[in-house]
């Protein structure tokens, strides 16, 4: 555990300068703590020997398998995630509410946060809620603006928690666990260890909600020692369930009933709201806020998009999908009785796509490839429907343009990593939605 008052008069090194990196680095200099930077990318060495300072703070896309972390660890150096380290300096009274998951965690920690905005109103004491973390802001840049009794919600990635010694949520949420990130992790194991780092701390009064439907999240349940709510939008429940929906409304246990966003495409979305709401009644928030929440939601960029029509062809932008399970959760949300154009490819991320071969079957007219996994996927998945290799996503664009009918639609869900071709999977969704507004 990162305490600060034990580390006030040490050295630190910040192992990333990256964005969480960059932004621990300015807390620590607001603390007077003295500090360096390694990045072998952006060839940022310490002046002296890296063993030689007392802690270290890490990045986390930086694995643990690189031979300057295992010095560190050989010495029995103290290691700290940018997460715990912020989260140290948050003054008194703050809860942090946590989502992680394999998909869906940017969409349920932003209706988190604007579940908890209602909720602030209402109870009328002016309290900020914050949403931070792995949907984009580091909690540490905001270190120094967050009064005493904010609610503070993060999204935390599988890395972010395998970083943590030490994470105690006030309320917490896992969504779903498949196969994700096992080039980083080494293992679906240790990628499942990970993500149950997100409650390992929890207290007895303090909250889960998992995916009833989900084996993996339900294990956990036997793990927690924190209260345990679960959801699922299934009627094949590995635990009994505290939510069920009707097809029209969200109901739970209690009573209470919340109508999900008219935008949201999928069942997906609506365990998504499930979870949310779950986590904001267990809190003691009051329904009416969790609703007027949910009537002022719009669906966030990137996620299952639908952008444009273009000679009768719809354009939908799911950029986000940076692993198989999500494109197949695209796939299921887009019924299209083959008549998708589905773009797949970029970086990689070493799980198998034959996972897709029965949507694609049935929903797929045409796969079009981009980026360096395109040899793979094409051999996985040869057989089910016309496969053509573009290599790059405006050639992908401009094939499909030339080539679909109307009331066709055109996809954008890789199902990998954007790193190949493009910084982000934001930067692959703009230069998507560019490439097909240039259209005539």
Known sequence: MFKHTLYKNKTAVILGAGKSGLACGSLLKKKGIKFCYWDENKKLFPKQDILSYDFFIKSPGISWQNKVLKQIKKAKKPVFSELEVAISYLPKGCKIFAITGTNGKT??????????????????????????????????????????????????SSYQLEDSTYFNPHASAILNITPDHLDHHGSYKKYIEAKAKIFKHQKAQQVLVINGSDEVCSSFAKKAKCRIFSFS???????????????????????????????????????????????????????????????????????????????????????????????????????????????????????????????????????????????????????????????TLDKAVSFIYKNAKKGDICLLSPACASFDQFKSFEERGKVFKELVSKLK
């Open 233 to 391: 939008s299934t009627p094949k429940k590995i635990l009994k369930s505290d939510v069920f929906y009707d097809g029209d409304e969200i109901i739970f246990a209690s009573g209470s009933r919340v109508r999900p966003p008219k935008d949201l495409i999928g069942i997906h979305n609506i365990e998504n709201v499930m979870a949310a709401s779950l986590v904001a009644f267990a809190c003691g928030v009051h329904p009416s806020s969790v609703q007027r929440a949910m009537d002022k939601f719009k669906n966030i960029e990137h996620r299952i998009e639908y952008f444009a029509t273009k000679k009768g062809v719809k354009y939908y932008n799911d950029s986000k999908a940076t692993n198989v399970d999500s494109t197949l959760i695209a796939l299921k949300a887009l019924q299209t009785d083959k008549k998708l154009w589905l773009i797949l490819g970029g970086l990689d991320k070493g799980a198998p796509y034959t996972p897709l071969a029965k949507e694609i079957q049935k929903n797929c007219k045409h796969i079009v490839l981009i980026g360096s996994a395109s040899p793979k996927i094409a051999g996985e998945l040869k057989n089910l429907c016309p496969i053509t290799d573009c290599k």
């Open 107 to 156: 969409t349920t920690t932003t209706m988190l946060g604007a579940i908890l905005k209602e909720y602030a109103k209402e109870e009328g004491k002016h309290r900020q809620v914050y949403v931070l973390g792995n949907i984009g802001t580091p909690i540490a840049s905001k270190i120094g603006k967050i009064k005493e009794n904010s609610l503070v919600v993060v999204e935390v």
